[in-house]
């Protein structure tokens, strides 16, 4: 499974960016895409890498508390792409995002970066004062 991120950029406190990332290769072809549990890691500079947010195959959706009520995760299974609109943004959400996913991960294992087995080179996202 490939996962290509884009979407990021510099922009100022509270303004808006969307990220998408979309999944192809021949293991995500031979599964039903459906099936996927897909999401977003960052992380800052110096910092390690924290849960965001993921959306399972039945778009029962989990978020980190910081970025609840500002980020909203979705996905479009006929495009096999996972979107992550955030609104409002803070310097504090200043990070590498990375694009991940992964088959059958059970709900206790969400938000675990162990859990998930693929991974996109990631998009940095900027947030000046």
């Known amino acids: 499974v490939q996962l290509q991120a884009s979407g990021g950029g510099l922009v100022q406190a509270g303004d808006s960016l969307r990220l998408s990332c979309a999944a192809s290769?021949?293991?995500?072809?031979?599964?039903?895409?459906?099936?996927?549990?897909m999401g977003w890691f960052r992380q800052a500079p110096g910092g390690e890498r924290e849960f965001v947010a993921d959306?399972?195959?039945?778009?029962?959706?989990m978020y980190k508390d910081s970025v609840k009520g500002r980020f909203i995760i979705s996905r479009d299974n006929a495009k096999n792409t996972v979107y992550l609109q955030m609104n409002n943004l803070n310097p504090e959400d200043t990070a590498v995002y990375y694009c991940?996913?992964?088959?059958?991960?059970?709900?206790?294992?969400?938000?675990?970066?162990?859990?998930?087995?693929?991974w996109g080179q990631g998009t940095q996202v900027t947030v000046s004062s």
């Open positions: 991940t996913a992964g088959f059958g991960i059970i709900t206790s294992s969400r938000g675990r970066d162990s859990a998930y087995d693929y």
């Open positions: 959306i399972n195959r039945s778009r029962h959706t």
């Open positions: 290769g021949r293991t995500f072809s031979s599964r039903s895409s459906s099936g996927i549990t």
